[in-house]
Every structure is written in C-alpha cells, then in structure tokens.
C-alpha cells in the first residue's frame, strides 16, 4: 500500500516537472530598459546570460515604434552590423514578440542608424526544451520503511536530444499523462 503511494507521489512529481519544463517563459529583452541603444556594450550580452531561454519562449522587445526596429540576421551580420540580409521581414512595430521556434543561437540588431554599431544587438544560445528544468528530486525522505518504489526511471531523463521541437515535448506530456492515468486507475 504504502509503495503505492510512494509510486503515486513520484508520478505526480515527475508529471508537475515536465508540465513547469514545458511552459513558455516571456523574456523581456534589456528588462526595465527595453530595447534600446545600450549605456554598456555588454549590456545585451549580460542580460542574455542571465536568462534560460528554451523553444517556445518568447522574447519581448520593447521598444517606441518608429524610434528602432528588431531584425533577424545571421551571426556574420550580427557581429559586422550588416542589415541588408535579414531572416524574414524586419519588425517594426513595438513591443514586439518573437516566439523562439529552434534550439541554437538566434542573433537580433536594431537597423536605426548606427544603432547595431552602438550595441543594440542580441545573441541569444536556445537549449533543449526541457533540459535545464531544475525538477525536484522525488525522494521522500520522511516515508518509512525501506523505499522499495524506486519510482520508474522517468523516460524524460533522456531527453529527446534528436528533435526537441515542441511536438517532442507534447509527446512527452501526453505519455506521462497516460502514465498517470493508468497509476491512478490502479490505485483506486
Ligand atoms: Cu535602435
């Protein structure tokens, strides 16, 4: 009985995780400064190290419109400012939402002026969905008894390295939902 219940907990712990793994975070580039001609030229680079981003997150430029712009570009064109070639058609319009759609890095100017030369400029390193999700550790130390429930080892722990598109992601909860349903049916 109780080791059902220890397998119940840990079930219920993993799903909780994959469902925080799997929420989208919005990030607010520069946060309270917006985007921006930066007062430092590691502004960006700092704000950007101090994120977590993953596929589905969206990034947030805030910005007056008419006053910058955001332009994807490749990383050639972000290190030298060139803003002839952008990825896609450049956003003009603010605050302006980018959906992360792929792991990797992503690389984002402004075209105003000597704007880019000036630092408004992003880099950003997109890692696995659900790779750095800090999970909590299943171990109920207060049970007793000896834990005989090693719950399941979670076949998140492997993470789909391969595509981690959110496709993967929505296969993932949707098995660890079956997982829980069929955990509870055999409880109850
Ligand atoms: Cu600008």
Redesign the pocket.
Known sequence: MASHMGCFLGCVLIVVALLQGAAAKTHIVGDTSGW??PSSSSFYVNWAASQTFSVDDILEFNFQTG??DVAVVSKADYTSCTKGNPIGSIINTGPAKITINSTGDHYYI?T?GQ?CENN?KLAITVGSTNGTTPTPTPTPTSSPGPSSSTTPTTPTGTSPTSSPSSASSLTVGGFSFLLLSTVIAFFY
């Open positions: 921006t001609v006053s910058h402004c105003f704007h408004q």
